[in-house]
C-alpha cells in the first residue's frame, strides 16, 4: 500500500484538531486530519459533548417556557405532552449544520480528511483502520499534532446498558436506546456535566436525585454563587445527597435502575447517569510504543509549545488535561501548530480565562474566588448585585441571579469576577476586559452603561463594593 505524505497529521477534529488544522493549512502546509467518527467531523464537543448539551438546554427553556413564566405565571408545557423526540431534533439540525460548516472550512483550506482509527507505527508513520480492523490507508508525515480529546469514564463494575444505566455522553451516545423522557433520574457526580443535565431535566419535571462523594458541589467555583445554585435546584425539586459513594448499580426486575452506597443508601430511578469524569481517548494510538510519555491519569505530557516527548508529535485539548475546555483547547490547537511549524506563539495558555457552566440558570467566571483568596491570605472586598436589582432581569422575565466582583481594598484591581443568571457566559467577558486592561472597579462607575442593559450589573456591583470600603473607614 502506498503511503500518502503529509507536512502535518492533526490526530482528531473536535476544537483543538480544527484550529490546528486551519493554522497549519493557512501557513500552506499540505494537512490531513484523521478522525474515528465515520463521516461526522467535529470530536466529542459536537457530537455529544458541549454543542448537543448547550442546545438541549436552551430546547428545554424554549419548550417549558421557564423565562416567560416568572413574569406572565406559568405558561410552561406539560410534561405530559414533551417527547424525547421533541428535544432531540433541534439538536440533530444543529449537528448536521455544524459537520457541514467544518467540512467547508476544511475543504476551503485544502485540508484532507481521512476516517478511520489512526495507529502509530512508529514515530513517522501512522495506519488507519476501519471498524473491521483492516488497514484502509498508511500516511507518513513530518509532524503530528494528536487532539483525540477523551470519552467517558466507565468504571469495570458498572454494567452501561445505555436504556437505564448511562455514561456521561447520556442521550447522545450511539448505543443510546432511550425512548422516552423518564420521570426520574438519578445522577452520580455532581460535577459539570452531572449538573448541567441535572438542571435540565429537573426543569422537564424530572424527579432528579444527585449523589455524589464530595462534601459539596463544585469546589473550584466561588462559595457564595454555588449557595445560589444549589437554592435554585432544590426549587427545581433536585434532592442532594453528598460524602456518598457508590457500592453498585444495578436494573432491577421492573426495568428501575438501582444505586446501593457503601454507606447503606439505596436510590432507584427510572434512568442512572454515571458522571464521575473522563479519560483521555489515546488508548488505540499506540503512542507509548513511539515513546510519548503520559501522566499518572492517563493525560498526555506536553511542554510550554505542546510538545510531547517525542520531538515530532505534538497534543493539544482534552487529551493533556486542564482545563478541557472548548475555548482553551481551540487555542491550544492554534498554538500547536504553530509551534509545529516553526512559527511564534504565546506559550502555554494564560491561567486567567473565562468558564462557564451551562446549568439552570447559568453560571460563570474569571479569576480568584472567595477560598482561593482566603487561602492565600490575600485581603480583599466583594460588591455584588442581585438580579432582582436589574431592570434588564426584570424585563427578561428570570431574576434569578448575581454578579459578584472580588477587589483589592487598598488598590481596587480586581481580584475575581463571579456570574449566575441569564446571560453569565456572555456578560463575563466585560469583566474579562477590565482585568486584562489593567483598569480597576473605577471603571464601571465611571463608565456610562446602556440601560437597560445586564452589564448594568456590573456597575450595581461596584457601588455596592464601594459602599462598603466607605463604611469600614
Request: proline content about 3%.
Amino acid at each position: 500500500m502506498s503511503k500518502k505524505r503529509y507536512e502535518i497529521a492533526v490526530i482528531g477534529s473536535g476544537p483543538s484538531g480544527q484550529r490546528a488544522a486551519i493554522q497549519a493549512a493557512k501557513a500552506g502546509k499540505k494537512v490531513v486530519v484523521i478522525d474515528n467518527r465515520i463521516l461526522k467531523l467535529g470530536g466529542v464537543s459536537l457530537h455529544t459533548g458541549t454543542i448537543p448539551s448547550k442546545t438541549l438546554r436552551e430546547a428545554v427553556l424554549y419548550i417549558k417556557g421557564l423565562k416567560r413564566k416568572y413574569v406572565y405565571g406559568s405558561t410552561s408545557v406539560e410534561r405530559s405532552e414533551i417527547a424525547l423526540g421533541d428535544l432531540t431534533e433541534k439538536v440533530d439540525s444543529i449537528l448536521k449544520y455544524e459537520v457541514k460548516v467544518i467540512e467547508r472550512q476544511f475543504k476551503r483550506n485544502g485540508v484532507d480528511v481521512i476516517y478511520g482509527e489512526a495507529v502509530f507505527e512508529d514515530k513517522l508513520n501512522v495506519n488507519i483502520f476501519d471498524l473491521e480492523g483492516n488497514i484502509t490507508e498508511s500516511i507518513k508525515a513530518d509532524k503530528y499534532i494528536i487532539a483525540t480529546g477523551t470519552h467517558p469514564r466507565r468504571p469495570d463494575d458498572i454494567k452501561f446498558d445505555y436504556n437505564v444505566i448511562f455514561d456521561s455522553d447520556f442521550i447522545f451516545s450511539h448505543k443510546s436506546t432511550i425512548k422516552q423522557l423518564p420521570e426520574s433520574l438519578i445522577v452520580y457526580g455532581a460535577g459539570v456535566i452531572g449538573m448541567e443535565y441535572a438542571g435540565m431535566f429537573a426543569a422537564l419535571g424530572c424527579e432528579v436525585t444527585i449523589v455524589d462523594t464530595h462534601k459539596e458541589m463544585f469546589p473550584f467555583i466561588d462559595r457564595d454563587i454555588v449557595a445560589l445554585l444549589k437554592k435554585f435546584y432544590i426549587d427545581l425539586g433536585v434532592k442532594f445527597n453528598f460524602n456518598e459513594s457508590y457500592k453498585s448499580f444495578e436494573v432491577t426486575k421492573g426495568g428501575k435502575g438501582k444505586l446501593l452506597t457503601e454507606s447503606g443508601k439505596l436510590f432507584e430511578a427510572d434512568v442512572i447517569l454515571f458522571s464521575k469524569g473522563r479519560v483521555p481517548a489515546i488508548e488505540n494510538l499506540k503512542i507509548k510504543d513511539v515513546g510519548v510519555d503520559t501522566g499518572s491519569r492517563g493525560t498526555i505530557k506536553v511542554n510550554e509549545m505542546f510538545q510531547t516527548s517525542v520531538e515530532n508529535i505534538y497534543a493539544c485539548g482534552d487529551v493533556i488535561g486542564f482545563p478541557a475546555l472548548a475555548s482553551t483547547s481551540s487555542e491550544q490547537g492554534r498554538r500547536a501548530a504553530r509551534f509545529s511549524i516553526g512559527l511564534e506563539a504565546d506559550q502555554g495558555i494564560d491561567e486567567n480565562f473565562p468558564f462557564a457552566i451551562y446549568s439552570i440558570p447559568e453560571l460563570s467566571s474569571i479569576g480568584k474566588n472567595v477560598q482561593e483568596l482566603e487561602k492565600e491570605n490575600v485581603p480583599f472586598e466583594t460588591g455584588i448585585a442581585y438580579y432582582n436589582e436589574i431592570a434588564k432581569a426584570a424585563i427578561s422575565g428570570d431574576d434569578r441571579g448575581a454578579l459578584k466582583i472580588l477587589f483589592d481594598p487598598s488598590t481596587k484591581k480586581i481580584l475575581g469576577i463571579h456570574i449566575i443568571g441569564e446571560q453569565a457566559a456572555e456578560i463575563v467577558h466585560i469583566g474579562q476586559v477590565v482585568m486584562k486592561t489593567g483598569e480597576n472597579l473605577d471603571f464601571f462607575i465611571k463608565n456610562i452603561f446602556n440601560y437597560p442593559t445586564w452589564a448594568e450589573a456590573y456597575r450595581v456591583a461596584a457601588f455596592n463594593g464601594l459602599n462598603k470600603l466607605k463604611s469600614k473607614r
